[in-house]
Each structure stands twice: as C-alpha cells, then as structure tokens.
C-alpha cells in the first residue's frame, strides 16, 4: 500500500468512517458510517473517485437521489423518501469522503 493511501485511509478512519469487509465486490471499497455507505473505486491498491451516496438496506444498497426536488432512496428492491436525517448524513459522508479523496 501506498504512503498516499495509508495517509488517507488514517484520516477516514479517524472520521469514524469503517470499511466494509465485502469480498464479492471487487471493483471497489464500500465505506460506512451511520447505515450509510459510499463506494469507491479500487484501482490495485490506490483509491479513485467516490460514487454517488445512499444507505444500507436489508435488501442492498439504496442510493440517495432527488426526485421532485426531496430526497429518494432508489434500491433493486425498494423505493422510498428518504428521512431529513438519511439525507444529511449520506451527503456528509459523501462529502468527507469526498474532500480526503481529491
């Protein structure tokens, strides 16, 4: 692991952000903090850009998305508005994540 990576990996961790153990998905990291989540993208041992924010569900990821100007969580198996509370925090988490990936 890079020197780069190690440094940025610390400042999350220290954020209270976790990594998702998710062997299945190969092509990214999965951050979590509060249900919500971020994935992004692995290139070998760097870290690229962040994808867009959600939640965890029960049934999967739910991204967070806008839809008649309120906050939506969409998933495979779910639709819904998402809570003021899911919103603020998906969007905080995308924005740390955010701020220490670029």
Do not use: N, Y
């Not at 690229?48 to 495979?76: N, Q």
């Not at 925090?89 to 995308?94: C, G, I, Y």
């Amino acid at each position: 692991m890079t020197e780069q990576t190690l440094a940025r990996l610390e400042k999350i961790a220290a954020l209270g952000i976790r990594i998702l153990p998710l062997p299945e998905i190969t092509t990214h990291v999965v951050f979590e903090r509060d249900g919500c989540a971020v994935l992004v993208e692995r290139h070998g041992e760097a870290l690229g850009a962040a994808g867009g924010p959600g939640v965890l569900t029960g049934s999967g990821f739910a991204a967070l998305v806008e839809r008649g100007g309120e906050p939506w969580l969409i998933g495979k198996h779910e639709q819904r508005r998402a809570t003021v509370a899911e919103a603020q925090s998906a969007r905080l988490l995308f924005r740390d994540l955010q701020s220490i990936l670029s």
